[in-house]
C-alpha cells in the first residue's frame, strides 16, 4: 500500500512540473506565437541601395564623389524617372538617372558640351565611332528642384539610343529650343555608394 501511494505522489510532481514548464514557454513566446527570424546585419536597408539619394547627399563611383545638387521628376503619362544634376568640383555637367518604373535603371551622364549640329529623328545615329540605335521618345511634364538650370516645372522632350552598354540622349525642354545631347553609361545600382544628407562620404555627419 505504501508503494503505491508513493508512485500516486511521484506521477503527481511529473504532471505539475510538466504544466510549469509548459506554461513558461509559453510566456517566452512573443504574441502571435513565433519566434523572430535571423536578421542579416550586412541586408540592404528597406530602400534598397539608392535609399537616401536626394539633393545634398553625396554619391560614389569610381572612385569619384559626387554631390546631388539638383533633381528632375519626369513623368510620362505615370511612366516616372528622375535624374539627379551631380557636382564633382569641376565644370563638366554630369548626372543620374534612375528609373524604376521597370525594375531599377540606373546610369551616368555626362553632356556632350559641342555636338555638331547632332539632332535625333533617325532609326540610328552615329557618333564619335559608334552606331547608336534609337530606344524610344516621347514628351514628358517635369518638375526641378535644387540648382538644375531649369524652371520649377514645364515640358521636355526626349530621344533615346544606344549601342551596347553605351547610350546617347537627346533633350529639349520647349517645341523650338536646340537639342541638348548627352553620352552615358549603364551602371548596376549596387555599384553606388550613396550617403544621404548630412553624412560625408568619410561616413561622418
Known amino acids: 500500500m505504501g508503494t503505491v501511494v508513493v508512485i500516486v505522489v511521484l506521477v503527481a510532481i511529473g504532471v505539475g512540473l510538466g504544466v510549469v514548464w509548459s506554461r513558461r514557454r509559453a510566456g517566452a513566446t512573443p504574441p502571435g506565437g513565433a519566434l523572430p527570424g535571423p536578421v542579416d546585419p550586412l541586408a540592404e536597408g528597406p530602400g534598397g541601395p539608392l535609399d537616401g539619394l536626394g539633393i545634398g547627399a553625396v554619391v560614389s563611383h569610381g572612385g569619384h564623389d559626387y554631390v546631388v545638387r539638383g533633381e528632375v521628376r519626369f513623368d510620362e503619362d505615370g511612366y516616372v524617372w528622375t535624374e539627379y544634376h551631380l557636382d564633382a568640383g569641376g565644370d563638366e555637367r554630369t548626372w543620374l538617372s534612375v528609373d524604376v518604373s521597370d525594375g531599377t535603371e540606373v546610369a551616368l551622364w ?53 549601342d551596347g552598354d553605351a547610350l546617347l540622349a537627346f533633350e529639349r525642354w520647349s517645341t523650338d529650343g536646340s537639342w541638348e545631347v548627352s553620352t552615358g553609361t549603364e551602371i548596376e545600382a549596387h555599384l553606388l555608394d550613396v550617403y544621404p544628407a548630412g553624412r560625408s562620404a568619410g561616413g561622418v555627419a
Open 110 to 162: 555626362r553632356a556632350v558640351d559641342e555636338p555638331g549640329g547632332l539632332e535625333p529623328g533617325a532609326s540610328s545615329v552615329p557618333f564619335e565611332g559608334r552606331t547608336y540605335r534609337k530606344v524610344e521618345s516621347g514628351r514628358a511634364t517635369f518638375t526641378a528642384t535644387g540648382t538644375t538650370g531649369l524652371p520649377a516645372s514645364g515640358r521636355a522632350w526626349y530621344a533615346d539610343y544606344k
